[in-house]
């Protein structure tokens, strides 16, 4: 992760069990779990560092708990996008990333750190997708797939990768996913250009599709 974030958020709103999580998910993603100590999400959190434990029994229950956010956020952000017209989806998508940057932080931590539960966690927001895709399929912005879920795996394992080499991202294109600020615009056009134009021509994709020559 980028050591040049800043060290802390502002401190979060709602009440001890909301602020506990919304600390911790903002430190776990910045430091990752094991260089965040109780205390420090408490501070953060403004609370006494005995209600970590009161609330969730240890630091482990709390990042389950941190977890748990995550995919529900996952899930509303992209339930409500799919709500929208798609004309309104890049540029809300832009204007809100700062909320969501501690989010993707975290994410990005525990896809790199291995967290014990994140195969049960991305297992949760590809099943989350199968929905929304379907949702949009029905709506008409995209076009169905032979098979849903395998489509789904793969863009989900593509974008969870961008989020794990966001600094190469930074780099080379100047999309900046993870801290407050960066532009990601053109990461949103260039997807964009490549779902709706593709990449192939159908000649190319004949020939990728096309069994060989003397097989059954």
Do not use: N
Request: proline content about 6%.
């Amino acid at each position: 992760m980028r050591s040049d974030a800043p060290t802390a958020a502002p401190p979060p709103q709602g009440d001890a069990r909301e602020r506990l999580v919304a600390a911790a998910t903002d430190l776990f993603g910045r430091h990752g779990v094991r260089g965040t100590t109780v205390k420090m999400v408490a501070e953060q959190a403004g609370v006494s560092p005995a209600l970590v434990i009161h609330h969730f029994g240890s630091k482990e229950g709390l990042r389950a708990a941190c977890d748990r956010r995550l995919a529900e956020q996952l899930r509303a952000m992209k339930t409500s996008a799919m709500a929208d017209s798609p004309a309104l989806y890049i540029p809300r998508a832009s204007a809100g990333m700062d909320d969501s940057r501690p989010l993707l932080r975290y994410l990005a931590r525990v896809l790199v750190d291995r967290s014990p539960e994140v195969d049960a966690l991305v297992d949760e927001i590809v099943d989350d997708a199968v929905v929304y895709t379907q949702q949009a399929e029905d709506a008409g912005w995209i076009v169905p797939s032979a098979d849903r879920r395998a489509r789904v795996v793969v863009l989900t394992l593509w974008s969870l990768g961008a989020l794990v080499l966001h600094e190469q991202l930074d780099r080379l294109l100047g999309v900046d996913l993870l801290d407050e600020g960066g532009d990601i615009l053109p990461y949103l056009q260039t997807s964009v250009e490549i779902f709706t134009d593709g990449l192939m021509t159908p000649e190319a994709a004949a020939l990728l599709t096309a069994p060989e020559k003397g097989s059954s």
